[in-house]
Structures are given as structure tokens and as C-alpha cells.
């Protein structure tokens, strides 16, 4: 059991996208059926946002500035006082994906937008780190790397797909928030 819960936080990111399709599921299963493409994108963005995105960024926060040599280790890094700077940058991140969780199409640009950037570049740095000196540890080469690629990726996705069917999608987030007024 310790070595699943060791899986699961060191994880995080996987872990958190995982929890977030749970709850899309959970809040889809309260819906009256039939449900609709809108409805069905709302659940989704919605706890996307939420987990990876809010959750999965304080919880980046708090390793970096509070954990920041045991961090460093995982990543496969020194020890640095930029360490912080990426905590209090994925503390903003978080933040945003608060507010975006019930929020505005545009918070949630803001949301994926801004995380997708860092993430991006972060998975070129463990790239580069990984030909450039063989950095194979867990945190620069693992399940980290590849879902610094796949968070932007679905986050991209989302956010067409959400504003492809926008004049729904008011009507699906005030069936979400308001399952009576159906």
C-alpha cells in the first residue's frame, strides 16, 4: 500500500487527470439522461480545470517552496532558489484554475494557456536534460514528462471543442450548476 500512495504522489500530475474524469463521471451520473455533447464537455473542462490544472499546480507549489530539496532530487536537479519561483509561478496557476473552474471561457483560456506554456517548456527542458546529460530520474524522464506533453494537449482540445459548441454551452453549465432547472 506504500508503494501505491508513493506511486500516486509522486505522480501527481497522472494521478490528478485521473481524479478529474472520476468527478466529470461523478457529475455526470447526477445528470438527467439523455446527455448532451455541451453537457458532456462542460463535466469535463470543468473538473479538468479543476484537478490537473488548480489541484496539480498548488500541489506544485507546495513541493517547490515548501519540499524544494527533496524536488530537486526527484527531478534529478541541485538544490536552487529558482525552485521557488517555479512554486510561486505554479502558485498563480493554481489560482486561475480556481477561478476558472466555475468560470468564464476566457478564465479557462487563461487556465490552460498559461500552464501549457510552462509545461511545454518544461518537457523540452527534461528532454533536453535527458540527451544532454542522461538524466533518467523519475521526476525529469517519468510519467512527469510525458504529461507535461498530455495536459496541454487534452487542455487544447477542451478549449476548441468547448467553444465549437459555445452557444450550448451556456445551456449545459446552468444544467451542471442547476440539475432542477432542466
Known sequence: ???????????????????????SAGSLLRRPRPLTLP????????????????????????LHVFFGEMTARFIGWADSP???????????????????FRGSFDMRVAAVV???????????????EILR???LAPGNAGVILYTDI?????????????HRYSRERVAARTALQHPAAI
Open 114 to 128: 498559461g500552464p501549457a506554456c510552462l509545461l511545454l517548456g518544461a518537457a523540452g527542458g527534461h528532454i533536453l
Open 150 to 162: 498530455l495536459l496541454p494537449l487534452i487542455g487544447f482540445a477542451l478549449l476548441w471543442l468547448t
Open 82 to 100: 529558482f525552485q521557488r519561483e517555479v512554486g510561486f509561478a505554479s502558485l498563480g496557476f493554481a489560482v486561475v484554475g480556481f477561478l476558472a
Open 133 to 135: 546529460t542522461g538524466n
Open 39 to 62: 453537457v458532456l464537455l462542460e463535466a469535463l473542462f470543468s473538473y479538468f480545470i479543476l484537478f490537473p490544472i488548480a489541484l496539480g499546480f498548488l500541489y506544485s507549489f507546495v
Open 1 to 23: 500500500m506504500a508503494e501505491v500512495i508513493r506511486f500516486l504522489l509522486q505522480n501527481f500530475t497522472l494521478t490528478l487527470l485521473a481524479l478529474g474524469f472520476v468527478a
